[in-house]
């Protein structure tokens, strides 16, 4: 079993059996990450692929489900991914559902019966990093993407289907756009709807070109309760149908677990409180955070 590199998959993935479908990301420009810099993007051929689920299929149905890496794998063609899901299969009958990291670009390049197609043939969630709802913030970060197409990303998996599961990034606007980033995600989380959300916390690492802006004070991260400031908004303005709504990620300074719109107001008041004693002891100590 080959993977290429460090490798990356979504917490509630932990358990699933990790098939490298591609190596890098063909983006690779947003100025955030850093996870895929100096990996070469290639697309794995089928022949790979399929030796690599007959490797997993020795130890019979110990995992039930599978995911699709690396970073925007959802970017290769319907054809192509229906061939993976097929050799999946083929392979591993046992897999009940296939997860992949997707955005606007992977899901925008399908026809909702193309992608009807793909959930028939397994593929159960995708896991999208919108990051931010503000189009400007998104231009500053190149995301590649904007609002539009997001609303319309939720559209498409909705009609087809397929679990739509939102990463949103506290502190991505930096402090000059932390008011409107926090305000435009909540009406955008709004829109779009899905069923899954998880609000990360952005950390500047070396590796990724927003450390070179930082320290010249291009970019500044919000404070530590500033970014709770953005965390309320987003949970206060925005209104799902649905969701349940996450910030228990590793790099998040307040972990919550929740229900939207059931919880809310429990949210709103665990949130409140630590806003009001301006307390940073009731937020994670940094050396417990991590990516």
């Known amino acids: 079993m080959t993977l290429v590199g460090q490798v990356y998959r979504p917490p509630s993935e932990a358990e699933s059996i990790l098939i490298q479908i591609t190596e890098g990301c063909s983006h690779n420009k947003c100025t955030y990450c850093g996870m895929y810099r100096g990996k070469k993007f290639r697309v794995k051929s089928l022949a790979e692929i399929e030796g690599e689920?007959?490797?997993?299929?020795?130890f019979g149905p110990l995992q039930r489900r599978l995911f699709l890496c690396d970073g925007d794998a959802f970017v290769l063609s319907a054809r192509r991914l229906l061939s993976v899901?097929?050799?999946?299969?083929?392979?591993?009958?046992?897999?009940?559902?296939?997860?992949?990291?997707?955005?606007?670009?992977?899901?925008?390049?399908?026809?909702?019966?193309?992608?009807?197609?793909?959930?028939?043939?397994?593929?159960?969630?995708?896991?999208?990093?919108?990051?931010?709802g503000d189009d400007e913030t998104l231009i500053?970060?190149?995301?590649?993407?904007?609002?539009?197409?997001?609303?319309?990303?939720?559209?498409?998996?909705?009609?087809?289907?397929?679990?739509?599961?939102v990463i949103v990034l506290l502190?991505?606007?930096?402090?000059?756009?932390?008011?409107?980033?926090?305000v435009n995600t909540a009406s955008l989380l709004t829109m779009m709807d899905p069923p899954y959300v998880g609000a990360l916390t952005l950390t500047v690492i070396p590796e990724a070109p927003l450390s070179v802006l930082q320290q010249s004070g291009e970019f500044e991260l919000p404070e530590k309760l500033q970014l709770l400031k953005e965390l309320r908004t987003i949970v206060a303005k925005s209104n799902f149908s649905n969701?349940?709504?996450?910030?228990?990620?590793?790099?998040?300074?307040?972990?919550i677990r929740s229900d939207l719109p059931g919880d809310k107001e429990q949210v709103l008041n665990i949130i409140d409180t630590v806003l009001a004693s301006g307390d940073e002891g009731h937020l994670k100590p940094e050396w417990m955070r991590g990516l």
């Open 243 to 255: 969701c349940r709504f996450s910030s228990n990620h590793a790099s998040n300074y307040l972990p």
């Open 171 to 182: 502190g991505v606007g930096g402090t000059k756009r932390s008011k409107e980033h926090a």
């Open 85 to 132: 899901l097929n050799a999946i299969r083929r392979a591993l009958p046992w897999i009940e559902r296939v997860g992949i990291y997707g955005d606007t670009r992977g899901v925008l390049n399908k026809t909702v019966d193309q992608l009807i197609q793909l959930k028939e043939a397994g593929l159960g969630i995708v896991y999208h990093g919108v990051e931010s």
């Open 140 to 165: 500053s970060i190149q995301k590649g993407g904007t609002r539009d197409e997001c609303i319309e990303t939720a559209s498409r998996l909705r009609e087809a289907g397929i679990i739509h599961s």
């Open 53 to 58: 689920l007959l490797e997993h299929a020795r």
